[in-house]
Every structure is written in structure tokens, then in C-alpha cells.
């Protein structure tokens, strides 16, 4: 016969198990919230880029060039949908010839706000600057 178990080791499998899954599914957690908010910076900063080349190729100026950057804003909202009621765009002065977009998001959440608090994200906040092409 084999040797008699002992009560030391009951349930030491089930512990061991229960802990192992815990900090699996923590740190599916972290990475899941990294993941996400790379999504967001490389998607935010796509549609931004894309506005200002919009209207960079444009070539107009003046009143013009407003109504160009207002159809350029437009598909960028669009292109973000529902989360683009959180992201801010604006048109910035910039040096001649030059388009200047400021853009800003905020991070999405989704650890409580002091596990999020490790990465330190803090969204997005970017100034993207393109040469236009002269309106000659």
C-alpha cells in the first residue's frame, strides 16, 4: 500500500490554484487597459493627422481655409464616432506656410483609477504640424 496522506495537504492545490489565476487575470487586466489606450493615441492621432494633411493640401487661405478646416474636423469626428464627443481639436497659428493641430483625449479606464494610476497615461496630448502646399 501506499503511504497515508496527511491533513497538512488538503485543499494546498486548491490555494495555490485560486492565487495563480488571481494575478493571471490582474495582469490580463493591465495589459488589456495598456492595450486600449495605445488603440486610442494611434487612432486620435491618425484622424488628426489626416485633418491637418487635409487641409495642408488644400491650398486655400483666408475665409477659405476656415470652412476647410471645418470640413477636415468634421471627418475626423466622424471617423472617431462616439468617442469623438471626448477628444478636443483645434486649429493653432503656425509659422508661414505651415498647418498647426492641437489635439487632446482623455485616457480610458478600465482599472480603478489607482491601479490605472502605474501606467500613468494621462491621454492624449499632441500638437501635429504640417507644411502646406502654396496656393499659388
Known amino acids: 500500500m501506499g503511504r497515508p496522506r496527511t491533513r497538512g495537504e488538503t485543499g494546498s492545490g486548491v490555494l495555490g490554484t485560486t492565487l495563480g489565476v488571481a494575478v493571471f487575470l490582474v495582469l490580463l487586466m493591465f495589459a488589456a487597459h495598456l492595450l486600449l489606450n495605445l488603440w486610442v493615441t494611434s487612432t486620435v492621432e491618425?484622424?488628426?493627422?489626416?485633418?491637418?494633411?487635409?487641409?495642408?493640401?488644400?491650398?486655400?487661405?483666408?475665409?477659405?481655409?476656415?470652412?476647410?478646416?471645418?470640413?477636415?474636423?468634421?471627418?475626423?469626428?466622424?471617423?472617431?464616432?462616439?468617442?469623438?464627443?471626448?477628444?478636443?481639436?483645434?486649429?493653432?497659428?503656425?509659422?508661414?506656410?505651415?498647418?498647426?493641430?492641437?489635439?487632446?483625449?482623455?485616457?480610458?479606464?478600465?482599472?480603478?483609477?489607482?491601479?490605472?494610476?502605474?501606467?500613468?497615461?494621462?491621454?492624449?496630448?499632441r500638437r501635429i504640424v504640417i507644411d502646406s502646399e502654396d496656393p499659388r
Open 46 to 125: 491618425a484622424a488628426a493627422h489626416d485633418a491637418a494633411l487635409d487641409v495642408a493640401l488644400s491650398g486655400v487661405t483666408g475665409s477659405e481655409r476656415r470652412t476647410a478646416e471645418a470640413r477636415a474636423l468634421e471627418r475626423a469626428r466622424a471617423s472617431l464616432g462616439r468617442f469623438a464627443a471626448q477628444v478636443r481639436f483645434e486649429f493653432e497659428p503656425a509659422g508661414p506656410n505651415q498647418i498647426a493641430l492641437h489635439v487632446t483625449a482623455p485616457e480610458l479606464h478600465l482599472l480603478p483609477p489607482v491601479a490605472a494610476a502605474v501606467f500613468d497615461l494621462g491621454g492624449l496630448d
